[in-house]
């Protein structure tokens, strides 16, 4: 196998354009300025002279080439292509790849890239990690700075299946990485060893494209006067674009290295009539120049030089300037009227194309026959909704995910929305589409995320939804600021109100709702931290006459119903599983999956149930959980959730039961004689349960419940 080189830039500190004539040296006096095809500009330097370097920034230049090549630090294999004077190094590295014969026999190699104790990191802005391959799953795990794991994992039959130019998640799929880490590796596996793919695909890859680093400094925290401050005289200091560090680059009116003490020189304009736009007579000063007029002649020197005028010739030029003036005046601005005029009229046809295309006038024929008693879907404008978002400004990013972008927006009456702008748009299920807006828009649950309405006149839709102002239950289960934030009382609350809002889903909506993405970061918390289930991207709606249905397989990963991802079959019970997998996070404190444990502690499930199985669950749950949560709720608990994790989709509890046994353990946990101390909880939590007989609870009154605000641990 020939292993492929894929380049990778690394934002290092040097300035972001570099001015220097043809004859100046961008090194230090004396020092070796060019390596084959490379220029070495200092704090970069050849390791043979200490002197010709900043600290951590020596490169060795490899003679036994032709050309010479240039690498990192000291007897380094990391080849550096170019150093960039827009602050960035560009250097080679491996494609990952894992590849399979006929008989499943794999063969591979997993690239990673250590800058240990060096002032880089990777771009965030940059880089991408890259996925490419069916029946593939990929992550890329960073440290030494920060710690991350992301990936991705794509299921395609056939080679129909993946986009032609595209990488949306089918066949290849592209995550973002964060800031400031130091070293990667990438990890590659199958699902099934490329056996159903292996005629069209037998190989899976993965890499990372593009980086940049940066030192541990800012402009505010450096001081001129420290011995080790990077820039020299007649320069500048400016925060990296990366987030951490500063660079250096040349004042106005000067150019050279500003990394050198002198390195940036006066520019003198005088001598290049190019660099100055004197019309008379041109001075040079130290960062800029000076215009004048020769001596009787007025004028500012730079624009004009001119015999001064006598009064009357004056008066009527002066006068036939405003009458020309006023004429061209006019002509512009008919002009511009009639330009904008034109453009106006092609942007309203523009957005009348859109809005048929995406359905308009279907959604319109819907809702002129919708029930008249429950509240419509509105049709927005494009232009309420820029308005509404200021335009999609960056800094109304509310979170970015597979299916899109969303942002927070403001209506003409306060009201605070949230705005989910997709990435692609199917025109063949255009239909289908519509249909779903119509009936989510009749959801009308206090545990599901509300659809206000939507905008078709944009290339793709725009869906709007009512914001939930707390985040999402995986920020406060998760995130380090928000550790062991929720007490047992609040889980069990918000388990059985996502239960009960996927039981209405399944039951009472018309046609029932398969949501298929169930998971921590798609169950909000609203200002009294009440559950709200949201993000409806991936779900379908069950056919009348059918229990189950097949579907391109959709979901993520951890929190996937494996009956479903191995047949295709799509029923209620996979969102059973998915709650399964909620549950245990709410139980444990931990993800659906983390690389960095032992691997048999990797998946959430799998180690929850191996653990249930030995009896040994109780290591596995959160500390505060087994301070707070009584044996029999303990036992009960745990047991319905290894019920929900069952492999098989028929042994699993519907959604009602799981949300009526909840509710039931809910009330039991008001009475105080089923308190108990924590050693008796850990020394029954093995012992088996029958189902939680809830049967004496109405149901409607699960959906009258009193919501209680999150501790004030939180």
């Known amino acids: 196998m020939v292993l492929i080189n894929m380049l990778l ?16 040296s961008m090194a230090k006096p004396g020092c070796q300025e060019n390596c084959g095809n490379v220029t070495v500009p200092y704090p970069f330097g050849m390791v043979d002279d200490q002197n010709c370097y900043r600290s951590l920034y020596e490169v060795t230049c490899n003679h036994s080439f032709n050309p010479p090549k240039l690498f990192l630090g000291t007897n380094g294999n990391v080849e550096v292509l170019e150093i960039s004077s827009s602050g960035s190094l560009r250097v080679k590295t491996y494609i990952g790849y894992r590849c399979y014969n006929t008989s499943t026999k794999s063969y591979w190699s997993l690239p990673s890239l250590d800058l240990k104790i060096r002032p880089y990191s990777f771009s965030d802005t940059r880089n991408r990690f890259t996925v490419i391959g069916c029946d593939t799953y990929a992550y890329i795990d960073g440290s030494k700075g920060r710690n991350f794991t992301s990936g991705c994992s794509m299921v395609c039959s056939d080679q129909q299946s993946p986009i032609n130019g595209s990488c949306s998640g089918i066949g290849c799929c592209q995550t973002s990485i964060p800031k400031g880490f130091k070293r990667f590796e990438v990890e590659i596996y199958s699902f099934k060893n490329h056996t159903q793919v292996w005629d069209f695909n037998p190989c899976s890859y993965a890499f990372l494209v593009d980086s940049e680093a940066i030192e541990n400094y800012t402009c505010e925290n450096v001081s001129r006067n420290d011995p080790s401050y990077a820039c020299g005289n007649n320069s500048e200091c400016y925060n990296s674009p990366n987030g951490l560090g500063y660079l250096c680059k040349c004042s106005p009116g000067y150019h050279g290295n500003p990394y050198l003490q002198d390195g940036c020189k006066d520019i003198d304009e005088c001598n290049d009539g190019a660099s100055n736009d004197c019309k008379g007579i041109c001075t040079n000063t130290p960062g800029s120049y000076n215009c004048s007029c020769p001596l009787g002649l007025e004028g500012d020197g730079r624009t004009t030089c001119i015999v001064p005028m006598h009064p009357l010739k004056q008066y009527l030029i002066l006068q036939l300037t405003i009458g020309t003036g006023s004429g061209i ?33 279907l959604l319109k024929q819907q809702l002129s026959s919708h029930d008249t008693n429950v509240e419509a879907a509105k049709i927005f404008t494009a232009e309420e909704l820029e308005k509404a978002t200021d335009n999609y400004e960056e800094s109304r990013i509310l979170g970015r995910g597979g299916y899109g972008t969303v942002y927070k927006g403001i209506l003409p009456d306060n009201r605070m929305v949230a705005i989910k702008k997709s990435r692609v748009v199917d025109e063949g299920q255009v239909e289908q589409f519509i249909n779903e807006v119509v009936i989510l828009s009749q959801i009308n649950h ?17 869906l709007v939804y009512e914001f939930i102002p707390n985040g999402t239950l995986f920020h406060h289960i998760h995130d380090e600021g928000h550790e062991s934030s929720i007490s047992w009382e609040n889980r069990l609350r918000i388990a059985t109100e996502t239960a009960i809002a996927l039981d209405y889903l399944h039951s009472a909506a018309s046609p029932p709702i398969i949501h298929r993405d169930i998971k921590s970061p798609n169950i909000l918390l609203d200002e009294n931290y009440m559950a709200k289930v949201s993000d409806f991207g991936a779900s379908r709606l069950v056919p009348l006459d059918q229990t189950q249905f097949t579907t391109l397989v959709q979901g993520t990963l951890g929190y996937l119903d494996p009956e479903y991802f191995h047949t295709s079959q799509l029923t209620e019970k996979s969102d059973v599983y998915s709650f399964g997998i909620v549950l245990v996070e709410l139980l444990t404190g931990r993800k659906a999956l983390e690389f960095e444990r032992p691997e048999k502690e990797r998946n ?5 149930i191996t653990s249930m199985k030995e009896d040994n669950v ?22 319905l959730a290894k019920r929900c994790l069952s492999v098989k989709g028929e042994e699993r509890p519907t959604m009602k039961e799981v949300a009526m046994e909840l509710e039931g353990l809910r009330r ?15 020394c029954l939590l093995g012992e088996t349960s029958s189902f939680h007989n809830s049967n004496n609870i109405g149901y409607d009154s699960l959906r009258d419940q009193v919501v209680i605000p999150l501790d004030s641990g939180r």
């Open 329 to 361: 005046l006019f002509l512009l601005i008919g002009g511009s009227w009639i330009y904008w005029g034109y453009q106006k009229r092609e942007i309203i046809k523009l957005r009348e194309k859109f809005f048929k295309q995406n359905g308009g006038l």
């Open 618 to 639: 109780s290591e596995i749950l959160e500390e505060r959980v087994l301070n707070e949560c009584s044996k029999d709720q303990l036992q009960e608990v745990t047991q």
């Open 446 to 462: 206090k545990n599901v995320v509300k659809l206000l309405g939507c905008c078709l006149e944009t290339e793709v839709p725009l």
């Open 668 to 682: 039991s946990s008001k009475h105080p004689w089923v308190e108990q101390t924590r050693e008796e909880t850990e």
């Open 9 to 24: 830039l690394l934002q290092i500190l040097v300035p972001t354009a570099i001015y220097a004539s043809p004859t100046e």
């Open 604 to 608: 959430l499930a799998t180690h929850f």
